[in-house]
């Protein structure tokens, strides 16, 4: 094969140096086909004749048995899972818009929200920031969040306590989130976010200049969460991308910390959509970035990577994985220094945990009621402990327990616990709990007959047509 002018293949031994591909040899034709319908074999056959690479070589530098690598070859199996495709893409330093993991670049200004919304698109997008793609135009939409130019003056120079007065700001509006829900601040932490940006260019030290670029992160990851609690799905999704955005390239020990929890906030969405495949995706690319990144995640991010986990495993039936993922978050959480977490960790207080812990057996009562009993004892503990600082946090999880009561035969708890979810959440100003409580009202109805439960689902009815 001929090298591209200028260009010259680097044919050493990848296992006793750094494997090296010229940035213009994956845009060859039959390259760019083969990667566009995700067809491997081709790939790594090219790649074997023109590196002279064995199977075994190959399978070193992705992490693939030497026999997966011959099967991928001849078509025996074809790779699907996408953590497999992102570290073999990363390995082989695969540029990410080969591979289709960019937004329509035909759609319109107009057609912002219809770009997000689609599952495909958004996922992709995901997954091309984690690859480290640089340009796509799925970020171009992200410029709705650019200053205007009319703005005040700008100061000239800052310093490690402006940034810090930043960090503590962005804390208010997330004590008033758990406290009051998202809608109430939502709009004034976008401000606050279009703000801090303007800052971009001002002079300080490089140390600054990492901690603002992580305070930009934190400040969107703060937004994007309100705008969902809110659902305002497409402005949550566009907001977390931009904090993923700005978190992979901070040298920063908490940088790793961040972009996992952005991972995982998003798949909390997904499950809360009812898209069980699209959470577990999000769910393993936080994992690998967790396992892969420069810097280790704190046990109480690790503890709210296994409970996502045992989320997705739990909404999908699989009952000792969802428990062993519950295991492992506990233990995490144990081992965890809170002194030292994550300023955005510091809602894992104990009623925190009881509560994740109920909500995993919830999603696995939804196939298997036996899980009902169990899920009850975590979710009152949760409750009873939450105090007026996570009253949110509380109410979200009222309807999760009178569903149980509900799953284990007992009506008038699930009443009784139903009722007090409605005054909870009438308080708030939090839409996704108000969703709670339609799928309480659906779960009731199995009961429909009871004159309670018919009380309480108009309630609920009334309750819901008036937010």
């Not at 040899?25 to 064995?54: C, E, M, N, W």
């Not at 937004?103 to 599952?119: F, I, L, P, Q």
Request: proline letters at 3%; one cysteine or more; glycine letters at 6%.
């Amino acid at each position: 094969m001929t090298a591209h002018p200028g260009e010259r293949f680097d044919d050493r031994d990848p296992l006793s140096g750094r494997f090296e591909v010229p940035s213009w040899y994956y845009h060859q034709p039959v390259l760019r086909k083969a990667l566009a319908s995700h067809d491997f074999g081709i790939v790594f056959r090219r790649l074997r004749a023109d590196f002279h690479l064995t199977q075994e070589a190959l399978g070193e530098l992705v992490d693939l048995p030497q026999k997966r690598i011959s099967e991928v070859e001849n078509r025996k199996l074809r790779l699907r899972y996408l953590h497999i495709i992102i570290r073999i893409t990363t390995a082989l330093r695969i540029p990410a818009e080969l591979l289709g993991f960019v937004a329509d670049a035909n759609a319109k200004s107009g057609e912002e929200v219809g770009w997000m919304m689609d599952r495909r698109n958004f996922v992709h997008t995901v997954v091309a920031i984690t690859l480290g793609a640089n340009t796509f135009p799925g970020l171009d939409r992200l410029t709705w969040l650019h200053p205007e130019h009319d703005n005040p003056a700008i100061p000239q120079r800052i310093g490690a306590n402006d940034v810090q007065a930043i960090t503590d700001a962005t804390a208010m509006f997330r004590n008033s989130d758990h406290k009051h829900g998202g809608g109430l601040l939502r709009a004034a932490a976008k401000e606050h976010l279009r703000h801090v940006l303007r800052l971009k260019d001002v002079r300080c030290t490089d140390q600054v200049r990492a901690s603002l670029q992580l305070a930009v992160a934190e400040i969107a990851m703060t937004a994007a969460w309100m705008s969902y609690d809110v659902e305002e799905h497409d402005d949550a999704r566009r907001l977390w991308l931009f904090a993923l955005n700005q978190a992979r390239t901070v040298q920063d020990p908490r940088t790793a910390d961040l972009a996992v929890d952005v991972y995982l906030d998003m798949a909390h969405q997904a499950l809360h959509l009812d898209e069980y495949g699209e959470a577990l995706k999000l769910v393993q690319l936080a994992r690998m970035v967790a396992d892969s990144h420069d810097y280790p995640i704190s046990d109480s991010t690790r503890s709210y990577l296994s409970t996502n986990m045992a989320w997705c495993r739990g909404a999908q039936g699989q009952a000792d994985a969802c428990r062993r993922e519950m295991d492992s978050a506990q233990q995490s959480y144990l081992n965890a220094d809170l002194t030292a977490a994550p300023t955005w960790a510091s809602h894992l207080v104990p009623a925190e945990i009881a509560a994740q812990r109920g909500h995993a057996l919830f999603l696995l009562s939804h196939t298997d009621r036996a899980n009902a009993a169990e899920a009850i004892e975590h979710l009152h503990t949760a409750v009873s402990g939450y105090g007026t600082t996570y009253t949110r946090s509380r109410a979200l999880n009222l309807p999760g327990l009178a569903t149980c009561y509900f799953y284990a035969g007992d009506v008038q708890a699930g009443v009784r616990t139903g009722l007090a979810a409605i005054t909870a959440i009438s308080g708030l100003s939090s839409r996704r709990a108000y969703t709670r409580l339609t799928k309480l009202s659906k779960t009731a109805g199995m009961f429909a007959n009871h004159p309670d439960v018919a009380e309480l689902r108009a309630q609920i009815a009334q309750t819901v047509a008036t937010t």
